[in-house]
Structures are given as structure tokens and as C-alpha cells.
């Protein structure tokens, strides 16, 4: 079950720093950059290695399966980001 970046997301990039596959996105260097509200993760390609939440300033990074009620939602909102973009 891969990450999901909720709405507390700051995007201040320890997370994209910090992931080995490099499946959190956008990037400074991404055509979007400046249009997103905040980081995504591909759940295509998140190995689940835990590195984005521990680093992650404001806790918005959760695994799918524990994801709070509230932000439900951001799963596919993570997902559709990557749909969108391929």
C-alpha cells in the first residue's frame, strides 16, 4: 500500500530529498511546479521505504491504509495527479 501526501502538505521538499525511487512530485524543475497546491506521491511507484514520513515537517505523509477520515480523498488525489501528468 503506497504513501499518500494529505492537505497539511507545506512543500518544503524534505520528503522529495529523502525518497530513493523519486516517485514525489513536482519537482523544481517540473513544468507544474508553480500551478501545484502541494507534493504528490505515485502509488505506482512508492516502495513504502518510510523515508518521507519521518522526515515529512508537518505530518502529511501517511501510508493509504491509515490515512485519516478526513483526508480520504487525497489518495486519489495523488493518483490523478500522476494520471494526469503521463
Keep these: 500500500m503506497a504513501y ?3 492537505a ?3 512543500a518544503d521538499y524534505s520528503c522529495v530529498e ?3 525511487i ?3 512530485r513536482p519537482r523544481p ?3 507544474d511546479f508553480n500551478s501545484t497546491e502541494q507534493l ?8 513504502e521505504c ?6 515529512c515537517p508537518v505530518s502529511a505523509v501517511h501510508d493509504a491504509f491509515h490515512l485519516p477520515e478526513v483526508w480520504r480523498d487525497y489518495e486519489a488525489v ?3 495527479y500522476f494520471q494526469a501528468t503521463r
Design 78 to 80: 495523488n493518483a490523478d
Design 50 to 55: 518510510d523515508a518521507c514520513v519521518t522526515v
Design 29 to 31: 524543475d517540473d513544468p
Design 4 to 6: 499518500v501526501i494529505a
Design 22 to 24: 523519486d516517485c514525489i
Design 40 to 47: 504528490y506521491i505515485d502509488p505506482t511507484s512508492c516502495i
Design 8 to 10: 497539511p502538505c507545506v
Design 18 to 20: 529523502a525518497c530513493p
